[in-house]
């Protein structure tokens, strides 16, 4: 499913996210030692020189990730680090690029068995397996995490964007041939940002938050007067719990109302809690369908 994200309520390509620009309350209400943010005041020290900017010394490394590679970041010494699930048909047959994206502690994502930090039966990788297990799908999966917790937005949204740079080049070059310019179906703004894609034509398919902390009164509404207009086309699937503790429901019914899409859909959870986990058969179900449909929405 492509899409672009807005980092961390957002989702790219269907990046599933977690938390959003409130996401720094979510580390002090799991119990997270706080971290410096961009406004806070602090003496630089030799020790700090190599950490982006928003983080400090005393970061705490994201939740147990086992990637198999990592992205450089521009302007940035630190890395994303990135699992990459390729459908059977990559790169020449993929048609969809999914890029899922954690929250506040990085990781593998939300739904992991309470009490643990590592989980590869977590929500994430159970739906990338599944969409590139399907002998017919032509999605190609990107599940990341950041170096550290509670990433600047600056690290996170760069991060971001860097993964689905790296995605496209994989399988844009299949996508030109003699007849020249041809739509290429993933994620992001506008391809002649990036690149190598200057000829193609990138686009939003699918946007996806789970229990995502978007202040509403914090969007950028352009020349339009519409909130999330780059998205005004896209589908959109919003799921919280209402007993989530960190992030009030609340955030995703107003982004849910902000939304001018008409293909969009709020699932709110009974009982739910910010992980999400005592829901988890029903959330893998939404968000792998949700990616499927977003996906037949690219077909070329």
């Not at 030799?46 to 992205?71: I, K, M, N, Q, T």
């Not at 971001?160 to 070059?173: G, P, S, T």
């Not at 960190?246 to 910010?274: C, D, F, I, M």
Request: glycine content about 12%; hydrophobic content about 35%.
């Amino acid at each position: 499913a492509s899409g672009s994200a807005r980092h961390r309520g957002g989702a790219a390509a269907v990046a599933a996210a977690m938390g959003g620009r409130a996401a720094e309350e979510a580390g002090r209400a799991e119990g997270q030692p706080e971290q410096g943010g961009e406004e806070e005041e602090h003496q630089s020290s030799d020790d700090e020189e190599d950490a982006p900017r928003g983080w400090s010394r005393d970061a705490v490394p994201s939740y147990p990730f086992p990637a198999d590679f990592e992205l450089e970041v521009w302007q940035c010494p630190w890395p994303i680090q990135v699992c990459r699930h390729p459908c059977k048909h990559h790169p020449g047959g993929t048609e969809t690029i999914a890029i899922f994206l954690p929250g506040v502690h990085g990781g593998v994502g939300p739904c992991r068995t309470p009490g643990r930090t590592f989980d590869d039966e977590a929500l994430f990788p159970t739906v990338a397996r599944r969409l590139v297990s399907d002998p017919g799908s032509r999605v190609d999966c990107y599940r990341c995490s950041w170096a550290f917790m509670r990433p600047p937005e600056g690290y996170a949204v760069r991060a971001a964007f860097k993964v689905l740079h790296h995605a496209l080049l994989q399988v844009v070059a299949s996508y030109f041939g003699p007849s020249g310019r041809r739509e290429v179906p993933s994620a992001g703004e506008g391809g002649g940002a990036l690149e190598g894609l200057q000829d193609a034509v990138v686009r939003v398919a699918g946007v996806c938050t789970l229990n995502g902390a978007i202040d509403i009164s914090r969007i950028h509404v352009g020349e339009s007067g519409v909130p999330f207009e780059h998205v005004a086309q896209s589908r959109a699937l919003l799921i919280c719990g209402t007993d989530d503790q960190v992030v009030p429901p609340e955030a995703s019914a107003q982004v849910y109302e902000a939304l001018s899409t008409p293909n969009k859909r709020l699932v709110s959870l009974p009982g739910g809690t910010h992980d999400l986990f005592g829901h988890k058969a029903q959330v893998i179900e939404e968000v792998y369908n949700f990616v499927v449909e977003c996906a037949r929405g690219t077909r070329v």
